[in-house]
């Protein structure tokens, strides 16, 4: 049974989705109010992967939950760094890829 995180105060819990590479992460982050983010970090060309890596946990911090994807070294790696940082490995939901995201610039209404 997947253990239930939840905001002492209110019950709810925030929630990001991590896709990430080589290259590119791309975070969608749920808060507990019901709004959404997208994010979308590149790789800065002399940053190491660990920063990038580390960069990419600091964007996920207050997230309850962290559904990770992307190809399999890439995601073991960041979620060494995630666990490394925040000492939850709890709140890591590690997911298969099935192809990378496509993000689209949705039309403003």
């Not at 990770?68 to 960041?78: H, L, M, N």
């Not at 666990?83 to 192809?99: M, S």
Request: aromatic content about 4%; glycine content about 4%; proline content about 6%.
């Amino acid at each position: 049974m997947e253990p239930r995180l939840t905001n002492e105060t209110d019950g709810t819990r925030s929630e990001a989705v991590v896709w990430i590479d080589h290259e590119q992460a791309l975070i969608v982050a749920g808060a507990r109010d019901g709004s959404e983010r997208v994010e979308i970090l590149d790789r800065a060309l002399l940053e190491t992967e660990s920063a990038f890596e580390a960069r990419t946990t600091d964007a996920v911090l207050d997230a309850d939950r962290v559904l990770v994807s992307g190809p399999a070294d890439i995601r073991t790696d960041f979620e060494r760094t995630y666990v490394a940082i925040t000492h939850r490995p709890d709140r890591l939901v590690d997911l298969e890829p099935t192809r990378r995201p496509r993000h689209e610039v949705l039309p403003t209404v």
